[in-house]
């Protein structure tokens, strides 16, 4: 078992003639994913790694019965695509784009919340349930189907700690990346919810970096929400206030956001968090054992 | 990306906002010339960005042109926290019956925009946040609908103003609230917005920041950036694809990916050793990301040894190693250099590098202690 993706789901590529939306759809369908559409205006009739291109994604719902939507269209054109893919009734909605403006992103938000669809992302390595679905960017060969949950807002640090955590023989339930920007469709809260629900994962490791109050958040749920075990890393003990680290939402600002705090408020709600991405499967294996 | 507070005043004026009138002096005589214009008193202000500058000495007031000129060369060249005063804005003095703050911003948790005024004017905003927070008004702006009249009068009233003053502070809040969304700011303050004694609304001094990656749809705000600001390296680093920020300590660190490059960073730190910098090579790192990479951490002459940090994932290590191999060959490292590659093709890519006498370890925290040990050698 997992959430959100799975054998069943049916995934639709918006930007799918691009150079990355074709490559990895190439690469998800190499991985078993079933990808039954692709997107791009006025490119119907084609196909790209033996999938279907449409016009609208209106009409490749209707022909196709995907469910899900992964985007790779450039950030100018990620507001659009989102509002498309949430009206034709997707109700998972995966946008990898970076540098998507946060001020456009205050209606997609709300949009999407009202719609009752989920988004994921923008700005993220997308998410995969190991040996059914990789719906994003991630390099399938490093997962293990498993029993942990994992939940990040980062790219390569959740590749680094899924490593880990399979060549310490801790296989995934989902790994979902949900992104590093100041508005992201999905909190560490809405997955770990997702997380706790779901019999078959069995513990939760979360990765959280420097910037906004998410990690806080979900300290606060976890303290009343959540009974898996869990470990967790928080990325950017060392950096300085005032300057943006790579992604957007990464900034310390006005004293807040850094990651003592979110170490601290972790910890107090039982999360051993790990000093390098190396412990988090020795924090996990303890936890799960206690 | 920052703009000064001239800049912010011109583009506030530009969405109507009524600002004090105000010339930028880059000499003493230059100010000297414009306060004898405006005549009376004046404010000689330096232009940085950075707070604090009323504490560092960088506002004075004057009250004749000589003692403009005067003012204006006591704080040019004024180093305020790290940052050379090269201009002055000099402002008409005002007469100031209330002072108000007024500013936008976004409200990360809530995943919208705010607008918040306090009665405190001219007094930094965090400091009544953390001793009276009740005394800060906020609204939210509807996603769909935007910052609506009743919310801006509701503000105003709150705020305790006369009723005369109701309208004219609402159409100000609603017009900073238009700036934010139009110029995709990440923070728009008018502190103080003051009322003269003649009953106007004025905005005394503003402070703007824009959101990067809205830029594309600003070529206006682009043309605002002041090069002086900012950390020359930084800039190169970003035409090339690059995120670089400077750090102070002696571990160069090259990573794919800024999560990952923030780990790196802090197990430098675990292992004992301080980063001399942040830096992501973005997605790939062919040979001439991983070439610029090296010119811009060898720039820095406190950098004492090099972390590379890969974690190959659609980049093939392979590829990776090719490249550092490559940007050996094209700048010359004076300096030790540390290498992990793990991921998509990490074993080839170790072949390759071992081949050209580069070692590769195969875990982030090997690296970062050796890298500390040869820093320190």
């Given at each position: 078992?997992?959430?959100?993706v799975?054998?069943?789901?049916r995934?639709?590529?918006?930007?799918?003639?691009?150079?990355e939306?074709?490559?990895?759809?190439?690469?998800?369908?190499?991985?078993?994913?079933?990808?039954?559409?692709?997107?791009t205006?006025?490119?119907?009739?084609?196909?790209v790694?033996?999938?279907?291109?449409?016009?609208t994604?209106?009409?490749?719902?209707?022909k196709t019965?995907?469910?899900?939507a992964?985007?790779?269209?450039?950030?100018?054109?990620?507001?659009d695509?989102?509002?498309?893919?949430?009206?034709a009734?997707i109700?998972?909605?995966?946008?990898?784009?970076e540098g998507?403006p946060v001020?456009?992103?205050?209606?997609?938000y709300?949009?999407?919340k009202?719609k009752?669809?989920?988004?994921i992302?923008?700005?993220?390595p997308?998410l995969?349930?190991?040996?059914?679905?990789?719906?994003?960017i991630?390099?399938?060969?490093?997962?293990?189907?498993?029993?942990v949950g994992?939940?990040?807002?980062s790219?390569?640090?959740?590749y680094?700690?899924?490593d880990?955590?399979t060549?310490a023989?801790?296989?995934?339930?989902?790994?979902?990346?949900?992104?590093?920007d100041?508005?992201?469709?999905s909190?560490?809260?809405?997955?770990?919810?997702?997380?706790?629900?779901?019999?078959e994962t069995?513990?939760?490791?979360?990765?959280?970096?420097?910037?906004g109050?998410d990690?806080?958040e979900?300290?606060?749920f976890?303290?009343?929400?959540?009974?898996?075990?869990m470990?967790?890393f928080?990325?950017?003990?060392?950096?300085?206030?005032?300057?943006?680290?790579?992604?957007?939402?990464?900034?310390?600002?006005g004293?807040s956001g850094?990651?003592?705090?979110?170490?601290?408020?972790l910890?107090?709600?039982g999360?051993?968090?790990?000093?390098?991405?190396?412990?988090?499967p020795?924090?996990?294996?303890?936890a799960?054992?206690? | 990306?920052?703009?000064?507070?001239?800049?912010?005043?011109?583009?506030?004026?530009?969405h109507?906002?009524?600002v004090?009138?105000?010339?930028?002096?880059?000499s003493?005589?230059?100010?000297?010339a414009?306060?004898?214009?405006?005549g009376?008193?004046?404010?000689?202000?330096?232009?940085?960005?950075?707070?604090?500058?009323?504490?560092?000495?960088?506002?004075?007031?004057?009250?004749?042109?000589d003692e403009?000129?005067?003012?204006?060369?006591?704080?040019?060249?004024m180093?305020?926290?790290?940052?050379v005063?090269?201009?002055?804005?000099?402002v008409?003095g005002?007469?100031?019956?209330?002072?108000?703050?007024?500013g936008?911003?976004?409200?990360?948790?809530?995943?919208?925009?705010?607008?918040?005024?306090?009665?405190?004017?001219?007094?930094?905003?965090?400091?009544?946040?953390?001793e009276?927070?009740?005394?800060i008004i906020?609204?939210?702006a509807?996603?769909m609908?935007?910052?609506?009249?009743?919310?801006?009068r509701?503000?105003?009233?709150?705020?305790?103003?006369?009723?005369?003053?109701?309208?004219?502070?609402?159409?100000?809040?609603?017009?900073l609230?238009?700036?934010?969304?139009?110029e995709?700011?990440?923070?728009?303050e008018?502190?103080p917005l003051?009322?003269?004694?003649?009953g106007?609304?004025?905005?005394?001094?503003?402070?703007?920041?824009?959101?990067?990656?809205?830029?594309?749809r600003?070529?206006?705000t682009?043309e605002?950036?002041?090069?002086?600001?900012?950390?020359?390296?930084?800039l190169?680093?970003?035409h090339?694809g690059i995120?670089?920020?400077?750090?102070?300590?002696?571990?160069?660190?090259?990573v794919?990916?800024?999560?990952?490059a923030?780990?790196?960073?802090?197990?430098?730190k675990?292992?004992?050793?301080?980063?001399a910098?942040?830096?992501?090579v973005?997605?790939?790192?062919?040979?001439?990301q991983?070439?610029?990479?090296?010119?811009?951490?060898?720039?820095?002459p406190?950098?004492?040894?090099?972390?590379?940090n890969?974690f190959?994932g659609i980049?093939?290590?392979d590829?990776v190693a090719?490249?550092?191999?490559?940007?050996?060959?094209?700048?010359?490292?004076?300096?030790?250099?540390?290498?992990?590659l793990s991921?998509?093709?990490?074993?080839?890519?170790?072949?390759?590098?071992?081949?050209?006498?580069?070692?590769?370890?195969?875990?982030?925290?090997?690296?970062?202690?050796?890298v500390?040990?040869?820093?320190?050698?």
């Amino acid at each position: 078992m997992s959430i959100l993706v799975d054998s069943s789901t049916r995934l639709l590529v918006q930007g799918i003639t691009g150079r990355e939306g074709s490559f990895h759809t190439q690469q998800m369908v190499e991985y078993g994913t079933n990808v039954v559409a692709g997107v791009t205006p006025g490119k119907q009739g084609e196909q790209v790694a033996g999938v279907p291109v449409f016009d609208t994604v209106a009409d490749a719902v209707a022909k196709t019965g995907a469910n899900a939507a992964i985007i790779y269209v450039p950030a100018r054109f990620a507001p659009d695509a989102i509002y498309e893919s949430v009206a034709a009734g997707i109700p998972l909605v995966v946008c990898i784009t970076e540098g998507v403006p946060v001020v456009d992103m205050v209606p997609v938000y709300a949009y999407v919340k009202e719609k009752g669809a989920r988004l994921i992302g923008p700005n993220c390595p997308g998410l995969i349930t190991p040996g059914q679905a990789k719906v994003g960017i991630m390099p399938g060969f490093i997962h293990q189907p498993g029993k942990v949950g994992l939940v990040s807002r980062s790219g390569t640090l959740t590749y680094e700690v899924v490593d880990a955590l399979t060549k310490a023989g801790l296989g995934q339930s989902t790994a979902v990346g949900i992104g590093g920007d100041p508005i992201i469709g999905s909190s560490f809260v809405d997955i770990l919810k997702l997380f706790q629900d779901d019999p078959e994962t069995e513990a939760i490791v979360m990765l959280g970096e420097i910037g906004g109050s998410d990690e806080e958040e979900a300290a606060t749920f976890i303290k009343k929400h959540v009974t898996k075990p869990m470990a967790g890393f928080i990325a950017g003990q060392t950096a300085p206030p005032g300057k943006r680290m790579g992604h957007a939402g990464a900034i310390i600002s006005g004293g807040s956001g850094t990651a003592a705090d979110k170490i601290k408020a972790l910890e107090s709600a039982g999360v051993g968090v790990a000093r390098s991405p190396s412990q988090v499967p020795v924090l996990l294996k303890e936890a799960m054992q206690a | 990306m920052d703009v000064h507070e001239y800049q912010a005043a011109e583009i506030l004026a530009r969405h109507g906002v009524p600002v004090n009138p105000g010339q930028v002096a880059t000499s003493p005589d230059e100010a000297g010339a414009i306060a004898r214009q405006f005549g009376g008193t004046v404010a000689i202000k330096a232009q940085v960005h950075t707070g604090g500058r009323g504490k560092a000495g960088g506002i004075k007031l004057a009250h004749s042109p000589d003692e403009a000129k005067a003012a204006a060369a006591q704080i040019l060249g004024m180093d305020i926290r790290g940052h050379v005063v090269n201009k002055v804005l000099v402002v008409k003095g005002a007469e100031i019956a209330k002072e108000i703050y007024l500013g936008v911003v976004l409200d990360r948790p809530a995943r919208q925009i705010l607008v918040m005024a306090s009665a405190e004017g001219g007094v930094e905003i965090e400091q009544v946040a953390k001793e009276s927070p009740e005394k800060i008004i906020q609204r939210r702006a509807d996603p769909m609908l935007g910052f609506l009249p009743y919310q801006a009068r509701e503000i105003a009233f709150a705020l305790g103003l006369d009723s005369k003053l109701v309208n004219g502070f609402a159409s100000i809040a609603l017009k900073l609230y238009e700036t934010y969304v139009k110029e995709d700011a990440t923070l728009v303050e008018i502190n103080p917005l003051i009322i003269t004694k003649s009953g106007e609304w004025l905005a005394l001094d503003s402070k703007m920041s824009f959101d990067d990656n809205a830029l594309f749809r600003h070529a206006q705000t682009e043309e605002m950036r002041d090069i002086a600001e900012e950390n020359p390296t930084e800039l190169d680093a970003r035409h090339s694809g690059i995120s670089f920020v400077k750090l102070d300590g002696d571990i160069g660190c090259i990573v794919n990916g800024a999560g990952l490059a923030m780990a790196t960073m802090d197990a430098v730190k675990l292992y004992g050793g301080e980063p001399a910098n942040f830096l992501d090579v973005g997605g790939g790192a062919k040979a001439d990301q991983v070439a610029k990479a090296f010119t811009l951490v060898t720039a820095d002459p406190n950098v004492r040894a090099i972390l590379i940090n890969i974690f190959g994932g659609i980049t093939r290590g392979d590829e990776v190693a090719e490249g550092i191999k490559e940007a050996m060959e094209r700048v010359k490292l004076d300096v030790p250099l540390v290498v992990r590659l793990s991921g998509t093709n990490a074993e080839e890519g170790k072949q390759i590098l071992a081949d050209a006498g580069i070692s590769a370890t195969d875990t982030m925290d090997e690296a970062a202690e050796q890298v500390v040990k040869q820093a320190h050698a």
